[in-house]
């Protein structure tokens, strides 16, 4: 079992930066690859972004591309993902999500994939 536990969003203007912070329990995050979701108010939740569980591989929806950054500290079972030049179209909740990884070649990108998910944090980016 893995409880996961987001921070750091908030109120932020546009072209501005945040920094999520996914807190995960137990002692398997480093054998769970990561995962990044949004859900925008009245939108289905979408995929933002991935890394494998050493943190070799990542993968980005193309929306995001160029400006958020995915990455993890398996010393301290947290995954981050940094938001920088922010739109207001990335207003949403964030969510993290985990599975087990059996390998660190794999990138998921779809909700099905994963088995975790934390009760997500609020991003809102101001125009």
């Known amino acids: 079992q893995v409880h996961l536990i987001e921070s750091g969003g908030g109120l932020v203007q546009a072209g501005g930066s945040l920094r999520l912070s996914c807190s995960a329990s137990?002692?398997?995050?480093?054998?769970?690859?990561m995962g990044w979701f949004r859900q925008a108010p009245g939108k289905e939740r979408a995929f933002v972004a991935t890394i494998t569980r050493d943190g070799g591989r990542t993968y980005y929806d193309d929306t995001v591309k160029g400006r958020f950054a995915i990455s993890r500290d398996n010393a301290k079972n947290t995954v981050y993902l940094q938001m920088n030049s922010l739109k207001p179209e990335d207003t949403a909740v964030y969510y993290c999500?985990?599975?087990?990884?059996?390998?660190?070649?794999?990138?998921?990108?779809?909700?099905?994939?994963?088995?975790?998910w934390g009760q997500g944090t609020q991003v809102t980016v101001s125009s």
């Open positions: 137990g002692r398997t995050f480093s054998t769970h690859a």
């Open positions: 999500a985990a599975r087990y990884g059996p390998n660190s070649e794999i990138l998921y990108s779809e909700i099905r994939d994963y088995t975790y």
